[in-house]
């Protein structure tokens, strides 16, 4: 017997129903940050592996768990790139070293590719996106940096949230966490 119209809506996931407005933390979005900005990604952290694939991913839950929320701002403006990360949620009195990658997230953390580098091989220190996040007792930080130069396209997809310490049973480089943003 099929389902009626009403019955069929049952059926929707829950996942893909939209929880809020655009821009409401937890559902990813693509805005405009403002003038000068190029966008603003609101997500929550989820598995690499589930049923809706998640625009930020966790490797370390005992780190970032499943469901802490993280913001990406980018801006630009006369050359210059600054990359704002906000963390709730997360381990709490820790350092996250943060970085933009060159790959997206996936099921394996190293999926993110490397460090996304202005000029290859430079260690010059504006040479890429580097900064520390550091939270709170509660589990919530805020990190920026600003770069003089802008990304090339389509060649810097992801910010990751490397272990730092304390680490526990992960070394500093682990890859905690990776959030999509195509920068």
Not at 101 to 114: E, F, I, K, L, Q
Not at 144 to 169: C, I, K, M, N
Request: negative net charge; contains cysteine; glycine residues 12%.
């Amino acid at each position: 017997m099929p389902l009626s119209p009403a019955a069929g809506a049952l059926l929707v996931p829950l996942a893909l129903l939209p929880i809020g407005p655009p821009g409401a933390l937890g559902r990813p979005t693509d805005a405009p940050a403002g003038p000068g900005a190029g966008r603003v990604v609101d997500a929550r952290f989820d598995r690499a592996d589930g049923f809706v694939p998640a625009r930020a991913v966790t490797h370390a839950p005992d780190l970032v768990p499943y469901g802490s929320q993280v913001r990406v701002t980018v801006g630009r403006a006369a050359g210059h790139t600054s990359v704002t990360v906000e963390l709730a949620g997360a381990a709490g009195a820790h350092e996250f070293p943060a970085h933009v990658h060159t790959g997206r997230c996936g099921a394996d953390p190293a999926s993110s590719g490397p460090h996304y580098q202005q000029v290859a091989g430079s260690d010059a220190a504006d040479n890429e996106v580097r900064m520390t996040l550091r939270t709170d007792p509660d589990g919530s930080g805020t990190a920026s940096a600003t770069v003089p130069w802008e990304f090339r396209p389509d060649e810097a997809h992801s910010l990751v949230l490397h272990a730092g310490t304390p680490t526990g049973p992960h070394a500093a480089a682990d890859r905690a966490a990776c959030v999509d943003v195509d920068f």
